[in-house]
């Protein structure tokens, strides 16, 4: 069979084709620097000796008799330091012996010993007893209400008596502060002996409110007095009217 050579061309066996070959990849290697020869270090310098380094030919050798010395003074106080205490000590003990100790006490036989020292078995509480935590005291209506009763019998200025009858947990100076907030005035002198019920108490709250605003003297919820007498001036004014109606 006669074909074309052209159309044999076409429908040949492509792996009878040879394959142009690529071209070859080219290899780079990297670029390493020729590397200086290591100088040996000389470890007969004193420098080198203990750390592996070359001295410094501009910084001379450290002298050890060049070091730092302590003062004189530092190594005298260490040298006497405790003879200086042990004579303080001795001093503390002659002052108790003379001083705490008294015949016409016996229980201060007790306090120290005969050469001076403290005896602390005695400032220890008991075996046995037990410290009770301090109750927590908390102001309420109820304290109050007692307190204004107790100023309407007994009167401002007698607290003692307001405590030990109503309010034994509150000390005196207590009672004092708290009439101080409920009245409305730091100072009670002028409230000496005065007695009266809630109302007469919330009268006077807000009059000492008014005078304070006033004169710029109203501090904290309290009346303050000024350096001018001006609210002493206005309190003895008021009082003046009071008595007025009164009469």
Not at 18 to 45: C, E
Not at 50 to 57: A, H, T, V
Not at 191 to 204: F, L, P, S, V
Request: aromatic share 8%; with cysteine; hydrophobic share 30%.
């Amino acid at each position: 069979m006669v074909t074309d050579d052209l159309t044999s061309d076409i429908f040949s066996d492509s792996s009878a084709i040879p394959a142009p070959s690529s071209p070859a990849t080219p290899t780079t290697k990297s670029y390493i620097p020729p590397q200086p020869h290591a100088q040996p270090l000389d470890f007969s310098s004193p420098l080198t000796k203990d750390y592996g380094l070359p001295p410094d030919d501009d910084e001379p050798m450290p002298d050890a008799s060049q070091a730092p010395q302590p003062p004189a003074q530092a190594i005298a106080s260490e040298t006497t330091e405790d003879p200086i205490r042990q004579a303080k000590t001795e001093w503390v003990k002659s002052m108790r012996l003379k001083f705490c100790v008294r015949k016409e006490f016996d229980v201060t036989k007790n306090i120290i010993y005969e050469d001076g020292t403290l005896n602390q078995d005695y400032f220890r509480p008991p075996k046995g007893t037990k410290l009770q935590p301090e109750e927590s005291r908390k102001w309420t209506d109820t304290e109050r209400a007692l307190l204004i009763k107790g100023i309407e019998k007994h009167g401002i200025g007698h607290f003692k008596n307001i405590s030990d009858e109503s309010l034994p947990a509150w000390s005196t100076n207590d009672l004092r502060l708290r009439t101080i907030r409920l009245i409305g005035r730091q100072n009670l002198q002028l409230y000496r002996d005065w007695k009266g019920n809630e109302d007469a108490i919330m009268k006077e709250y807000e009059r000492n409110k008014e005078i304070g605003l006033r004169f710029g003297t109203w501090k904290q919820g309290v009346l303050v007095y000024d350096d001018e007498g001006l609210v002493e001036a206005a309190i003895r004014e008021g009082d003046e009217k009071g008595k007025r109606k009164r009469t």
